[in-house]
């Protein structure tokens, strides 16, 4: 069991010392929004200070004021993170990188773009698309970091065509708990040169070392795109369309479900019914959202008459076109806001974030569901049906919070024992943090666990980097 020690005055001004006084906070000066991240049921941890270093030299005294005083250090983006990852548990630091949001350069010979962590996803999206190129991964939460994307490898809307966040980091910088800077990966297409050191940081949640710069892969934007709506009867026939959707060889930009309750909720939040609810006289209970691309109209339009043709089979009621930008905006900002319409309707959640194979999404959903009303709490769900990862909401608005917590557990137990079962994994996109830690180690076995703790050693022998999250016990 590591040993930490608290942050006494002379610590603390050599901290301040390094950032200076308007980008260090301590003590009572520190904003209470630094203690959780956005699924504070996870528990609300004050750092003793907040440091907003502006460049990689920045971060590497930072860190080595701190291993030499044994002070925990807990990196943080926005904080946007739903598993309690940015959160310092143990005490001593949050080293926010928000104030490290610059885009640096442009090399548009190679396709890169390199820039510091603390860049919102929203940011570099825009600023891409203006060089005339897409940054492809696009989770829901825009004013994550780029940086936090990295951490915990980001999913999203776009996965299932483009891949995830790891697929698009090239090099980065990064600060090693010893305070050694060290520069991994290179502006290349391929590698087969050792063992990926680069790879490993990715997904890594701040626990073996501080991403300061990133070099990262954009592709040409898509010329066209389009949006379609298919309602089905139920969330098992809305599931059952998507490996006929994959099959027809369409290469779709994404394919999301949602379930009709959640529709109905972001309809009466956002005042914006863009999902119909009524198609051909029948009510719809689920929905599949398929964006598709391609480099001309006719292209789109052979792909569209090939999803009608699918979606026929398959049982979907209709397809429904989403013809203008400003409906599509709609509509993806529906699809965005799920998340903020639940939290806006419900006291107590919890989340999970499985990836399964496609063909047992709606098993799995099925079998949730059943065990949600045998514990007395409710669940909504929506997802990447075309990558297999459910996002499910545990819900209550009725019960207290310990009990809702015990319930929630022995929920949860079943759910993630069954997604083992399954061959899924714990988190598609969303990470481990602490709040998920006990399930990593039921899902990949001691040895995985023990070999993902024994890298963590080699890292960050003194255990200050992030400590007890991921696979770090103490
Ligand atoms: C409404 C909503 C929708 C969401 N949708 C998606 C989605 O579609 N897909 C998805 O994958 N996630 C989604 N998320 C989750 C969240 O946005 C992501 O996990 C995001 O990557 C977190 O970024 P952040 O900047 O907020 O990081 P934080 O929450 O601040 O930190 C997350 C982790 O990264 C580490 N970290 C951050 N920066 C660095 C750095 N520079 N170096 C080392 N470690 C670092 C932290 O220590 C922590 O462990 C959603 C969240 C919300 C609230």
Known sequence: MPEYNKLNSEIAGKLCAVVGER???????????YSHDEMPIYGKFMPEAVCLPETTEEVAQIM?????????VTVRGTGTGLVGGCVPVHGGIVLSTEKMNKI????????VVHIQPGVLLCDLAADALAHGLMYPPDPGEKTATVGG??????GGMRAVKYGV????VLAMTVVLPSGEVMKLGKTVCKTSSGYSLLHLMVGSEGTLGIITELTLKLIPKPIKDVSLILPFKDIATAIASVPAIKLANLDPQSIEFMERDIVDSSAAFTGNAVFPTVVNGKEAGAYILVTLVGDSEAELTMKMDRLGEVAEQVGAYDVLVVWTDSLKKDVWAARSAFLTVIEAETKLLDEMDVVVPVDR????LVYTHDEAVKQGVYVRSFGHAGDGNLHIYCCSNDLEEDEFKRRVKALMDKCYAKCTEFEGQVSGEHSIGHAKKEYLRQSVGDTAYSLMGAIKNVFDPDGILNPGKVCHDI
């Open 23 to 33: 980008r260090f906070q301590l003590g009572d000066q520190v904003k209470p929004d």
């Open 64 to 72: 080595r004021i701190c291993i030499e005083n044994k002070i925990p």
């Open 361 to 364: 999404i709606a098993e799995f």
């Open 149 to 154: 994307n990295v951490s915990t490898n980001a």
């Open 104 to 111: 640096i350069s442009y090399d548009m010979n190679n396709m």
């Open 165 to 168: 966040t790891r697929d698009y």
